[in-house]
């Protein structure tokens, strides 16, 4: 068996307020999703930012490829980045508002590779048809896109790096109804064409129903974990978001 994409033992964070979350525990496999759901608040959201180590975490262990990425110097963890990427709820602000589209979706490739916009606009090519867009987005800004083009040209951004790792905030809850639908099966068909495997953070226990192979329900900063069918059980008994019995 493979060992984990992601293993988390007893993270926590605290403000001076005292903790948002603690004493946290899951790992995440290859090709599978792990669900972090709860109330807003909950601490959910701060969870995936500390895996990400867009926040520092105040305690714990975020084991990724052999690397506790809490305790890793900046200069490693900018060498890991390519593998662990995140998607934010609001998808407008992974973009520039100064650059065309063909610009940003270049930009990862131009970066890590080292390689002309042309080079790699050439190579990420087939990935940005896969994700839904067409050449004629390429020289549109941001504003000049729908809610979902925006994500879809984030999705293409981020898997033009071929991570093993995406958190997933609330990814399509600034969408409507019928591109959250087609957002959700885009990011499923991603994950089995490429083996990802997804941290997915959501209020929406359908959604988490969907996509989720377990679910880590957060309340009051502790974590209690279900596999789909039983999360599913759970909620159709529960009318609201507490710490399970």
């Known amino acids: 068996m493979s060992p984990p994409v992601l293993q988390l033992t007893g993270l926590s964070k605290s403000y001076g307020h005292g903790d948002i979350f603690s004493g946290i525990s899951f790992e995440v496999g290859s090709g ?5 759901f709860g109330q807003s608040g909950s601490g959910k959201t701060t969870l995936g930012r500390c895996i990400m180590r867009i926040e520092n975490p105040s305690s714990g262990q975020i084991m990724m490829q052999g690397m506790d990425l809490a305790r890793i110097r900046r200069g490693k963890l900018r060498d890991l980045r390519p593998s662990f990427q995140m998607i934010f709820q609001h998808p407008e602000v992974s973009l520039n508002p100064r650059m065309t589209l063909g610009e940003s979706v270049a930009e990862p490739l131009m970066v890590h590779k080292r390689i002309g916009m042309d ?3 050439r190579e990420i090519g087939p990935l940005i048809r896969r994700v839904g867009l067409r050449d004629e987005h390429l020289a549109r800004y941001p504003h000049q896109l729908s809610g979902g ?3 879809r040209a984030v999705l293409s951004r981020i898997f033009s790096l071929k991570p093993k790792l995406v958190v997933a905030d609330e990814p399509t809850s600034m969408l409507d109804v019928s591109v959250q639908a ?3 099966r885009l990011m499923q068909d991603l994950q089995k064409e490429t083996g990802v495997s997804y941290v997915f953070i959501s209020h929406d226990p359908d959604v988490m129903s969907v996509m989720c192979d377990d679910v880590l329900w957060i309340n009051h900063g502790k974590g209690v974990m279900y596999d789909r069918s039983a999360f599913i059980d759970r909620v159709k008994t529960r009318y609201i978001l507490d710490v399970p019995a």
């Open 182 to 184: 087609q957002v959700l």
């Open 119 to 121: 080079d790699a606009l």
């Open 149 to 151: 083009e925006v994500q």
């Open 32 to 36: 599978k999703t792990v669900g972090l």
